[in-house]
């Protein structure tokens, strides 16, 4: 109307201000979806790896909702969406920094280990890790956590009604979408076990073949296990018809979850650990999750050295980096676990005085070998899906959550009727001090099997404020590599300077001591950086990391969302 109006009344000052008011229009609201991982918005960003499950968080929005109706929108259709990342059947940490409250609100809801869970429980009578046991089938899953995580959340926070939020991810299941490649991809790789379990099958397989590129995928089962849940809330998963179902069959097939430990699963807010960082605090997620702590050991170590003249992407700096990675990952090994079962020292870890203890271990010249640094046993290398989101609005409300049900198609287990794949989280603890997993790495003491205990995780949601406003919030799936990619970025857009969608996509690297190199992701350093790292005594990888970081800055009051360009996601604004 006001543009209109402007042209009628023709003159120069009117046809700038009608410039001006478009360049405004087309940079800040209305986002051309040519370029799906870069927006700009003025009133809200969303960035999340599913293109559905974005625009999912984004209905939300338009229906006069807030943040927290669309991130519970949003991962739960992205449960449906990506169920090679993330479901019902397993577990996250969110994040939340309202603008009320200086502090996040830190929400746990990890598996938990059922009860009937033992520390041996993935060893032969002769002490071995039984190889596989702790990875395929419904013997691999924790309790799962995320539907009383979501759940609890929203009832706090949310304002439409749990039937608005479960619409889109009702819709997506039951209507299907297309198999997109990595889905294809996770569903062949994972074949072997998803054949073993018919209900799996049913879901996953056509023409008794795995889902390929393309085809659709429809979900009935858990359309209606979601409609039991917009329904009856935490009664429609945790007790009734859905648990019944998952404890049964479950045990069934050799899983060992009961309806007690359903009923008894706990949902934990917890105190995010934070730090400082150049003139920005820095929040993150602490135990359960070693994330948090390693991110800001990463850039305590860090803070006095010149990165930035260094350069980005320069030997020195990638040196120093994977350098302080190493250590922090010497630390995972040795202190970290459940805090609510093992001491954690986070304070002393995440000390700025204990970081400049850790910068004197490193020579800026040469590498440190493995012996030089260990100490203990070094901890389980992991596999590499999962899921990131990001929220953030005008208001300054950010929500930064992490959700997976671990490895590709988690256990494998779809338990029947309900369209649930279980997790297989168990295999993110310690099977045994000093075995050697699946990856080739061994497992630290802290993070043993206890019933009731939460494994050991990498998952970092982070929220960074300056002047106490958000400013950056981010996060990754990727295992291990989770906790490094958003330090790394971190680095790169505050130390480095660039710009976000740079920040993000420039080539990243990641060490976590053991084994002991630098592993350089897609788009690797030129053949000369690498060689001076080698001249350093660095061992190098070249390996893609498996990051797909979910970033949203505010820069100059404009809502900046970038999706990792390496994903299938979508940033989303309005
Ligand atoms: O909690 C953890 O650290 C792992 N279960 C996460 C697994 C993961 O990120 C795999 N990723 N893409």
């Not at 998803?194 to 099958?201: A, D, V, Y």
């Not at 420039?506 to 080698?534: A, C, D, M, V, Y």
């Amino acid at each position: 109307m006001k543009l209109l109006h402007l042209h009628n009344n023709f003159n120069l000052a009117g046809l700038m201000l009608k410039i001006l008011i478009l360049i405004f229009l087309t940079s800040c609201s209305s986002q051309k979806i040519d370029n799906p991982y870069q927006a700009y918005s003025k009133r809200y960003m969303i960035s999340s790896q599913g293109p559905l499950s974005t625009k999912a968080a984004k209905k939300m929005f338009e229906k006069g909702g807030n943040a927290v109706d669309a991130a519970i929108a949003l991962s739960f259709a992205i449960s449906v969406e990506r169920p090679q990342s993330t479901g019902l059947g397993g577990g996250g940490f969110l994040l939340l920094k309202t603008p009320e409250e200086k502090t996040p609100y830190a929400y746990d809801f990890r598996e938990m280990a059922p009860q009937l869970s033992r520390e041996k429980m993935y060893l032969d009578k002769q002490n071995k890790v039984v190889k596989g046991k702790s990875l395929n089938g419904p013997l691999s899953a924790g309790v799962p956590g995320l539907v009383a995580g979501l759940l609890t959340i929203h009832k706090k926070f949310g304002k439409l009604t749990l039937k608005e939020v479960l619409g889109p991810s009702i819709e997506i299941a039951e209507k299907g979408f297309k198999v997109y490649p990595h889905l294809a991809k996770a569903i062949k790789a994972r074949s072997k076990t998803l054949s073993r379990f018919p209900s799996s099958k049913k879901i996953f397989y056509r023409n008794g073949r795995p889902l390929r590129n393309g085809e659709t995928l429809v979900q009935k089962d858990l359309g209606k296990t979601l409609r039991r849940i917009a329904k009856k809330g935490i009664k429609g998963f945790y007790y009734g018809t859905t648990a019944e179902k998952i404890a049964i069959e479950n045990q069934k097939a050799g899983g060992i979850i009961t309806l007690q430990d359903l009923a008894q699963y706990q949902v934990r807010l917890r105190k995010p650990v934070s730090g400082t960082f150049k003139g920005h605090k820095v929040y993150s997620m602490g135990p359960p999750s070693s994330g948090g702590i390693h991110v800001l050991q990463i850039l305590n170590i860090l803070e006095n050295d010149p990165l930035e003249k260094m350069g980005m992407g320069s030997p020195e700096a990638i040196h120093l980096i994977s350098s302080a990675m190493q250590l922090a990952f010497v630390d995972r090994a040795r202190y970290l676990g459940d805090e609510d079962f093992v001491r954690v020292p986070t304070k002393n870890l995440i000390s700025k005085k204990y970081a400049v203890a850790l910068r004197k271990k490193i020579n800026p010249l040469k590498a440190n070998t493995f012996d030089s640094v260990k100490e203990k046993t070094p901890f389980p290398y992991e596999s590499d899906e999962t899921t990131h989101f990001t929220i953030m609005d005008a208001q300054g409300t950010v929500i930064s959550s992490t959700q997976t049900i671990n490895g590709w198609m988690g256990s494998g287990f779809v338990v029947p009727g309900t369209g649930i794949l279980l997790n297989n989280e168990m295999d993110d603890f310690a099977t045994k001090v000093g075995a050697k997993n699946l990856f080739g790495a061994v497992g630290g003491e802290k993070n043993l099997i206890r019933p009731g205990k939460r494994p050991l995780s990498s998952m970092s949601p982070t929220i960074i404020l300056k002047n106490s406003r958000p400013v950056l919030a981010l996060g990754t799936p990727s295992g291990t590599r989770i906790l490094t990619c958003v330090a790394q970025t971190i680095l790169n857009y505050i130390e480095f300077k660039k710009p976000l969608f740079e920040a993000v996509s420039s080539t990243r690297f990641h060490h976590q001591w053991f084994p002991n190199e630098i592993r350089i992701g897609s788009s690797p350093f030129p053949k000369s950086t690498q060689k001076q790292l080698i001249n350093m005594g660095h061992k190098i990888r070249l390996k893609p990391l498996g990051c797909k970081v979910q970033a949203i800055g505010l820069e100059k009051n404009i809502l900046h969302g970038v999706s990792d360009p390496r994903g299938e996601g979508l940033s989303l604004g309005g």
